[in-house]
C-alpha cells in the first residue's frame, strides 16, 4: 500500500509541496490514528494546476480519439492491477468494508474502460442544406480545462466518473479532492502517470480549504466548466460563484431518496434492497434510502424482517474479517446523526433498534431503526447520512406519490410492488432522476446517473456521459 501514498500535489506530470510548505493530517475513521500527512494546497497552487491544464489542453484535445481512448485504457488497466491496494487505501482513510471498497475500484476501473470506448463515438452530423451551394455539418468539440470537486463517500468512483469521459473528450482536468480522502484521488493520479497519461491532462490538488481552492478554479476564465458531486448548499455557493464567467456546470447534489414498499410486494426481496440501499457505506451515499414508505398491510411485518436483517450486520473496522458496517467518516457526521434521531424520538418516533453511538467509540453509530416517523421530523427532510432506516406508514399508492415527491431534492427513487401498472405509474410519477422498481442498487457505468429539483443536473455515465464535456460546433461551408 506505502507506494501508492503519495503526500503531494501531482501538477504537470509531477510531484509538488505546497508553496506555503503547511500540511494537513489525513486519519484513519476507523481509529483516529494518522495515516499520513498532506501538502495543503493553496490558489497559487491550483493556478499552476491551472496552466498546467491549459497547456497540455491543444494537443489533448487534437489528439485522435483512438489516442486518448488507449490512454484512458492503460489507466484502467493500471487500476485493475492495483485493485486490492487501492481497495485497501479507500477503506484505510474512508472506513467502508473492504468488499465495499473493493467493489467502488472496480466500478472505477469500469468507468474508464466505458469513457475509452464512448471516445470513438463522439459524432457530429450532416443538415441538409438550407441555401444554394451550401453544406451543414456539426462537430462535438471539448470544452476546455475541466474542474472538479468530488465527495469522501465514494473517493475513487467519484473522481473517474467525472474524469474519464472528460477525458475521452478531450478536456483536461484540475481535481480537487475532499480534504478527508485526499490518498485515492492521488492514488489514482500515480497510476495515470504510469500509464501514460501525458503531463498536464489531469491534475490533483489537495487542501484542507477547499473554498480558497475552489474561488481558485471558479475565478479562472481559462476554466470552462465545473463538475462538482456534494452537498446542495455548496453546490449552490458554487453555481455562484460561476456565474461572473458563465462556466458550464455538472452538479450531482444531495438526495432525500424514497423507499416505497407496497403490500404486494416481495417482501424479502423488499428487505434486501432496503438494507443493501439504506446501509451500504453505513448510509453514507446520495442515493441512500432516506425515507422509507411502507404500506399499511405490509408494515408490521417489513419491521420484523428488517429488524431481523439488522441484527446481523457486523460494526467495525472495515478491513477486518465480517464487518458490514464501519464508521462514520467524522465527528460532524455522527453528530448529525445523533441529532437527527434525537428529534425524531422527541417528535414521537420509537426505535426498533439500536438509535445510539456504539460502544466501539470513535465514530461508529449502531445500526439504528426507526419507525412512526412522520413529514415534521428533520429526518424527512435533511440526508441522514449514517445507518439509521427511518420507516413511515401510508395507505394508498396516491399518499404514497405524494409523500415521495415532497422534497426539493429529486436524485434516487425506489418502488417495490408487483403491480406492472402501479410500477410503470410510480415510475412515471416520482420526480427524481433516477428510479429503481424492485432493484435497490443503480449505479454503472452504463447508465446515466443524476438528479432533477435542487439535486442537480448533469449525468454521468451511460451514453450521453462525453456531452457534458463537449460542445457542439456548427459550420457552414459557403461558395461550393
Ligand atoms: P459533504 O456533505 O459530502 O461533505 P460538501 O459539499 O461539504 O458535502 O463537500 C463536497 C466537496 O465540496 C468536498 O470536496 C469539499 O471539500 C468541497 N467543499 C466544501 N465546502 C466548499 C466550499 N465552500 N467551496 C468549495 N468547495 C467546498
Redesign the pocket.
Known amino acids: 500500500m506505502d507506494a501508492l501514498i503519495k503526500t503531494q500535489a501531482f501538477i504537470n506530470g509531477g510531484w509538488h509541496t505546497a508553496k506555503t510548505g503547511k500540511s494537513f493530517a489525513v486519519s484513519n475513521p476507523a481509529d483516529g490514528k494518522k495515516i499520513t500527512d498532506m501538502t495543503d494546497c493553496d490558489a497559487s497552487d491550483t493556478t499552476a494546476a491551472i496552466d498546467a491544464a491549459y497547456a497540455a489542453l491543444f494537443t489533448w484535445k487534437s489528439a485522435l480519439p483512438t489516442v486518448r481512448a488507449a490512454a484512458l485504457r492503460a489507466w484502467q488497466k493500471k487500476i485493475e492491477e492495483n485493485a486490492e491496494t487501492l481497495a485497501r487505501l479507500l477503506t484505510h482513510e474512508q472506513g467502508k468494508p473492504i468488499t465495499e471498497a473493493r467493489g467502488e475500484i472496480a466500478g472505477g476501473a469500469a468507468m474508464l474502460g466505458w469513457a475509452a470506448e464512448e471516445a470513438r463515438r463522439a459524432y457530429g452530423e450532416t443538415i441538409p442544406a438550407f441555401k444554394t451551394g451550401t453544406r451543414v455539418i456539426t462537430t462535438r468539440e471539448a470544452i476546455g480545462v475541466v474542474a472538479a470537486?468530488?465527495?469522501?463517500?465514494f473517493p475513487h468512483s467519484m473522481i473517474t466518473r467525472k474524469v474519464a469521459p472528460a477525458l475521452a473528450a478531450g478536456c483536461t482536468v484540475v481535481l480537487?479532492?475532499?480534504?478527508?480522502t485526499p490518498l485515492s484521488a492521488l492514488a489514482l493520479a500515480a497510476l495515470a502517470h504510469e500509464a501514460g497519461i501525458p503531463k498536464g491532462v489531469f491534475n490533483v490538488v489537495p487542501?484542507s480549504n477547499?473554498?480558497a481552492?475552489?474561488?481558485a478554479l471558479?475565478d479562472d476564465a481559462r476554466v470552462r466548466k465545473l463538475s462538482?458531486?456534494?452537498?446542495?448548499?455548496?453546490?449552490r455557493?458554487?453555481m455562484a460563484?460561476c456565474a461572473p464567467n458563465l462556466k458550464r456546470l455538472s452538479l450531482e447534489?444531495?438526495g432525500n431518496a424514497p423507499f416505497i414498499v407496497f403490500d404486494d410486494a416481495d417482501l424479502s426481496a423488499a428487505v434486501e434492497g432496503a438494507m443493501a440501499s439504506k446501509f451500504r457505506n453505513a448510509g453514507?451515499t446520495?442515493v441512500c434510502a432516506n425515507r422509507l414508505y411502507i404500506q399499511r398491510g405490509i408494515y408490521g411485518r417489513f419491521i420484523e424482517a428488517l429488524n431481523n436483517a439488522v441484527a446481523g450486520l457486523k460494526l467495525g473496522a472495515g478491513d477486518q474479517k465480517g464487518v458490514t458496517t464501519g464508521p462514520l467518516?467524522n465527528h460532524d457526521?455522527l453528530q448529525k446523526v445523533e441529532d437527527l434521531v434525537a428529534d425524531a424520538l422527541a417528535k414521537g418516533a420509537s426505535l426498533t433498534c439500536g438509535g445510539r453511538k456504539s460502544a466501539l467509540g470513535g465514530t461508529y453509530y449502531e445500526p439504528t431503526i426507526i419507525r412512526d416517523a412522520t413529514p415534521a421530523m428533520r429526518l424527512a427532510s435533511e440526508?441522514i447520512?449514517g445507518p439509521v432506516a427511518a420507516i413511515f406508514p401510508f395507505d394508498t399508492e396516491e399518499d404514497a406519490l405524494k409523500l415521495a415527491n415532497a422534497t426539493e431534492h429529486g436524485l434516487a427513487a425506489y418502488v417495490y410492488t408487483r403491480d406492472l401498472g402501479r410500477a410503470f405509474r410510480m415510475s412515471t410519477g416520482l420526480e427524481y432522476g433516477m428510479v429503481g422498481v424492485n432493484e435497490a442498487l443503480l449505479a454503472s457505468e452504463a447508465v446515466p446517473f443524476g438528479g432533477i429539483k435542487q439535486s442537480g443536473f448533469g449525468r454521468e455515465g451511460g451514453p450521453h456521459s462525453l456531452d457534458d464535456y463537449m460542445a457542439i460546433k456548427y459550420t457552414l461551408f459557403g461558395g461550393l
Not at 462538482?228 to 453546490?235: D, K, N, P, W
Open positions: 470537486i468530488t465527495p469522501w463517500n480537487k479532492p475532499a480534504e478527508d487542501t477547499p473554498k481552492v475552489a474561488r471558479t462538482f458531486t456534494g452537498s446542495t448548499e455548496v453546490g455557493l458554487l460563484q447534489l444531495g453514507q446520495c467518516i457526521g440526508e447520512f
